[in-house]
């Protein structure tokens, strides 16, 4: 059975911290990983992975994919409150895109 | 807002009752996908769209769901006699056939009473 595992559950760091959430998955025929951010409401995209070795920059936002051995992390430096959320992982396989197999998520709280 | 859209955005409604949920999607966006989310979960897939076509429906969506995208546009998510393990958000989301990435509407938050 496919399935997307993400870890820590829950994180709480202080403003200014470095943070890295980890996503791991067994999915048959991979075809891409996505990452998503979600406060008080729907998921907002952040990136998709295809490729093992080549990170996805965005502000202060970082992610990269390893494909030998199945998983992705997201890392987040100088953390601010603002990036106080959920973060969800999901995995696309090639022979049933048209539907995304989720993480549970990672809640992460930024203190000031 | 060229965004996806959802309506309403929050309902309550009693037990027994029916509800009817709209999704706009992005306007080029050819698939559409209804979620479910409750607290501390991922979405969990409920069925999608490739135009006006459903083309999968999730084994645990029982009878009493039903959705429809007749024009191949909008969409509509009818839940017929509510219970309360209906209670949850319902998620939208569009994206464009052969692209895998999903943009989600804000959700309908449904609490049934």
């Known amino acids: 059975e496919d399935k997307v595992v993400q870890s820590p559950l829950s994180l709480v760091v202080h403003e200014g911290d470095t943070v890295t959430l980890n996503c791991s998955y067994e999915?048959?025929?991979?075809?891409?990983l996505l990452w998503y951010k979600q406060e008080k409401k729907a998921p907002t995209f952040l990136f998709m992975l295809?490729?093992s070795g080549i990170e996805k920059k965005s502000g202060r936002l970082s992610s990269i994919l390893d494909k030998k051995e199945l998983f992705s992390i997201l890392n987040i430096t100088a953390t601010q409150t603002g990036d106080s959320a959920i973060y969800l992982c999901?995995?696309?396989?090639?022979?049933?895109?048209?539907?995304?197999?989720w993480g549970l998520g990672t809640s992460l709280a930024v203190n000031p | 807002d060229t965004g996806v859209s959802q309506d309403p955005r929050h309902k309550i409604t009693k037990r027994g009752q029916n509800v009817t949920f709209r999704c706009d999607p992005i306007?080029?966006?050819?698939?559409l996908y209804w979620y479910r989310q409750t607290l501390g979960q991922g979405p969990e897939f409920l069925t999608y769209?490739?135009?006006?076509?459903?083309?999968?429906k999730s084994r645990l969506l029982s009878d009493r769901f039903s959705a429809e995208r007749p024009k191949g546009s909008f969409s509509t998510l009818e839940i017929q006699r509510t219970e309360q393990g209906d209670s949850a958000m319902y998620l939208c989301?569009?994206?464009?056939?052969?692209?895998?990435?999903?943009?989600f509407g804000p959700g309908t938050r449904l609490l049934v009473l």
């Open positions: 989301a569009s994206s464009v056939a052969g692209q895998e990435t999903q943009y």
């Open positions: 295809t490729s």
């Open positions: 306007s080029e966006h050819n698939r």
């Open positions: 769209f490739q135009n006006e076509a459903q083309l999968e």
């Open positions: 999901a995995v696309n396989n090639a022979g049933n895109n048209r539907k995304l197999i």
């Open positions: 999915v048959t025929n991979f075809r891409s």
